[in-house]
């Protein structure tokens, strides 16, 4: 790959985790098919754990989903009604072949769903594929630095 073809692979990879963040926060969870693979994974077991006081009450961890369909299903289901804003950061990408890449993601977010909200900083790191519609997150995993969770 010449250095045009990779800095045009990692702005469309940029350009993806931008339509991950779009879709989460403006509810247009339909164009997150647009941004996994289909066998891809994600992993938030510590997307709500604390560093320091771990998994507040009433949270619990769950096991990684797996597969684009399920994926957008805990996405939507866990956002429809919240309030949310993400923004991701300055990221390091890697490619480490024509047609897959990896990444890391310094992030910030805010939720708010009902009387319970937080503010979480982390990272997300991550595995890419490129597909024939494109560049695609394959694994995510979302781990925190701190959360900061309020009760209203």
């Not at 910030?108 to 494109?134: C, I, L, M, P, Q």
Request: hydrophobic share 35%.
């Amino acid at each position: 790959m010449n250095g045009i073809d990779r800095l045009l692979a990692i702005e469309e990879i940029k350009q993806l985790k931008a339509r991950y963040f779009r879709c989460m926060d403006t509810k247009e969870f339909e164009g997150l098919h647009t941004v996994f693979a289909d066998e891809s994974t994600f992993d938030f077991r510590e997307a709500l754990r604390d560093p320091i006081a771990g998994t507040p009450p009433p949270f619990e961890e769950h096991p990684p989903v797996s597969g684009r369909q399920a994926i957008v299903t805990y996405i939507t289901g866990a956002l429809q009604n919240a309030i949310s804003v993400h923004h991701g950061h300055t990221p390091e990408i890697e490619l480490t072949s024509e047609t897959t890449a990896r990444g890391i993601w310094p992030m910030e977010d805010v939720v708010k769903n009902g009387t319970f909200s937080f503010r979480g900083w982390g990272h997300y790191r991550e595995t890419y594929v490129r597909t024939e519609a494109g560049w695609r997150i394959a694994t995510s995993q979302l781990t925190r630095l701190r959360v900061d969770i309020y009760s209203h």
